[in-house]
């Protein structure tokens, strides 16, 4: 499992995108992963039947998870299966390579086969971490029936800065579908997430933040919020908690 991390999250406009960028553009670099403007970014979330991810967001408990298969410009050779915990402020991450079969076997919910596939798939893995992941993911499927609740997309640009690991990323074109049989499809569309060209603004980063980037945001009035990017696209879906 990845170290935790501090995430600091903020809905802006694309004015205020714009500026952050400019400022930290002489200090960090681009992702070394993006080619172009930006990359695309595509998840599964997965979540039980009365929907408990989505209402422990919503309700901010302190200790959370989420399930989510990830893609990365629609490539269905780039699918991990990610569980994303959080405590208070910070972040970690599980990981586990999946292939497109094993993502149709999570598709299709709790069934004899998905279960024994999974242990059989458990089995195979070398890595502690990737038997972890996919062993969690067997268990809420097992006994919690997890089953696939969201797509989200977005478009993202991204920074980085080598001292504590520091990343900002600007997603834009949030976008929220449940049309699962078109995940790799890069002409998917679904329902706007956010209103009035708004788009997210994320800063994660190790120990502390480097002085040198703080102030050069400083004086933007920024104002964090709590805007997880799946809760967002499930309320946009009809899902009120």
Known sequence: MNAYRRELKYIVSRD??????NRISPLMKRDIHQRGDFYRIRSIYFDSPDRICFRENKAGVSMREKYRIRTYDCNQDLLKAEIKIRQRDTISKMTARIDRNLLEILLRGKT??????????????????????????????????????????????????????????????????????????????GRAVLDNDLHVLEIKYDE??????????????????????????????????
């Open 16 to 21: 205020i995108l714009h500026d952050v960028r």
């Open 112 to 189: 004899a086969d998905s279960v024994r596939i999974l242990e059989e798939e458990i089995s195979k893995r070398e890595s502690d971490e990737e038997k972890k992941t996919l062993a969690k993911y067997m268990a809420k499927f097992a006994t919690q029936f997890y089953g696939p609740a969201c797509i989200v997309d977005y478009e993202r640009c991204a920074y980085v800065y080598d001292i504590c690991n520091v990343r900002i990323t600007f997603d834009t074109n949030v976008m929220a579908s449940r049309d699962y049989e078109r995940m790799f499809d890069a002409s998917l569309s």
């Open 208 to 241: 502390f933040f480097p002085d040198e980037i703080a102030a050069v945001l400083g004086g933007m009035g920024l104002s964090r919020c709590s805007c997880s990017k799946y809760v967002l696209s499930m309320e946009r879906m009809g899902v009120d908690g």
